[in-house]
């Protein structure tokens, strides 16, 4: 969040000092938009200084050997009907009376 360099216009407390007119000080982009809003307060002619940035997240580092795949067996033979996806079976029923086929 960016803050403001604002000039106090009418005595305020603002972030636990007791400011008097004249008196600079930096506020919060909401709170700067709202004391200015009840005539408090007004921005200074100093630029809006940006809020800093964040470190960026440091990149997980590269595994130094790629992990070894677990390798199958590979069946050319087709799952038992008990066995099927889901544990469904294979058998088909009509909607109006569901019975098998």
Known sequence: MATHQMIALKPLSYGGKKLQ????????GSYAR????VKKA????????PAPKPAPKPI??????????????ATTEPAPESTAVGGMTTKTYKTRDLKPE
Do not use: I, N, Y
């Open 21 to 28: 007119p004249g008196d600079a000080f930096e506020a919060k």
């Open 34 to 37: 709202a004391l200015v809003g």
């Open 42 to 49: 007004k921005f200074s002619e100093a630029a809006v200084k």
């Open 60 to 73: 997980a580092k590269t595994l130094a050997q790629p992990v070894a795949k677990a390798e199958t067996p």
